[in-house]
């Protein structure tokens, strides 16, 4: 998987412990698997949209 998608994907999270940028959405056994088979990129991924609320509010 590319790493520029993961860098704008809303999954994509710091974590302190490890030191590194992990997914750090929450996938169950079959989610997974698919995430590991996905040839075409994530089929999990959602861009990361800091606006996205303000824009509902307005």
Not at 20 to 32: H, N, R
């Amino acid at each position: 998987m590319p790493d520029n998608l993961c860098e704008s994907c809303m999954y994509y999270a710091y974590d302190e412990y490890t030191d590194t940028y992990v997914c750090d959405a929450d996938f169950d056994e079959d989610e997974m698997v698919a995430l590991l088979s996905a040839k075409n990129g994530c089929p999990y991924y959602n861009p990361y949209d800091e606006y996205k609320t303000v824009r509902k509010q307005n």
